[in-house]
């Protein structure tokens, strides 16, 4: 099972350079927590069709990040509160 996040992704590159995705779809193992695909670039009128792809057949574990939020695969925040 995973849990499927949309929105914005900065991610390294290399040492000196990073990728800045605002539209990706990254599944997330919620067993491991590793990463299990990516898709860079999916448009919200495309999302439903690459889920399907995925074998994915609803929104139901999707999370989609708001406007400012973004995720940084490695990158742990301490400043967050569990609910």
């Not at 929105?7 to 990073?18: E, H, I, K, Q, R």
């Not at 057949?57 to 990158?75: A, H």
Request: no cysteine; hydrophobic share 45%.
């Amino acid at each position: 099972m995973s849990t499927i996040f949309y929105g914005a992704l900065v991610t390294p590159l290399s040492l000196t350079s990073y990728a800045a995705r605002p539209h990706a779809l990254i599944a997330v193992s919620r067993i491991s927590g590793e990463i299990e695909w990516i898709e860079r670039d999916v448009r919200a009128a495309e999302l439903q069709d690459v889920l399907a792809r995925h074998g994915i057949e609803s929104e139901t574990d999707l999370v989609k990040l708001k406007i400012g939020e973004f995720l940084m695969p490695g990158f742990i925040d301490t400043h967050t509160v569990s609910h």
